[in-house]
């Protein structure tokens, strides 16, 4: 509940002052670390690790991959820190960087985001809604069995809410081809969902 003290024209309510500490809080945390004050940079580091190790998890093929990708994107977000303008969620921006270092890590590796123009209109699957169906540490589970390509262009567009045009440009490919490549990773992940619920004689809903 909020209260709210009318001062003038100016309301100050309980929820705005803790929006406000929360602000100041994150803006003192981001210039301590940019002056290179240790505590700051743990607690910054121990604040993000667990979150940002999960989404680099979505894009390596092992932990090992998530690991080297973790420490290159902590090495980027120590470096780039006094371009954070406090324009949008400081989070968001955080995220933005990992999710930028793991494509870097795929291409590193030659990921293969093979064009298969027009493929999207060849793919029919009967479980149009299985993979709404799952949670979210089982879908990662699967999709780790995806190519690099596959598995990269579904978790930026399905996870992370990326168009297919930013896709495109963030992974050099044509629009049609994310297009394409995510459609196949969907029908792809639902033919798995679809073998493992016959086998164990699970009904999914459609």
């Not at 420490?71 to 933005?96: A, C």
């Amino acid at each position: 509940m909020s209260f709210g003290i009318n001062i003038g024209y100016v309301v100050v309510t309980k929820t705005n002052i803790m929006n406000t500490t929360s602000t100041n809080s994150e803006t003192f945390l981001i210039e301590n670390c940019i002056n290179g004050n240790r505590k700051s940079q743990k607690e910054l580091y121990d604040m993000f690790s667990g979150k940002m190790f999960y989404i680099c998890l979505r894009y390596a093929k092992n932990q090992m991959d998530a690991e080297d990708i973790l420490q290159d994107g902590f090495v980027k977000l120590f470096n780039n820190l006094h371009k954070f303008r406090g324009e949008g969620s400081f989070e968001g921006w955080v995220r933005r960087i990992f999710v930028n270092t793991a494509i870097e890590h795929l291409r590193r590796k030659k990921m293969n985001v093979a064009d298969v123009e027009g493929l999207e209109n060849s793919v029919v699957s009967p479980n149009g809604n299985a993979l709404d169906n799952i949670y979210e540490k089982d879908l990662m589970s699967i999709t780790r069995t995806l190519s690099d390509g596959y598995r990269t262009v579904f978790h930026l567009y399905a996870v992370e809410g990326y168009s297919h045009k930013e896709i495109a440009d963030k992974l050099g490919i044509t629009e049609s081809t994310s297009k394409s490549q995510y459609s196949r990773a969907k029908a792809i992940l639902r033919d798995m969902l679809q073998y493992d619920s016959s086998k164990n004689n699970v009904r999914l809903a459609i």
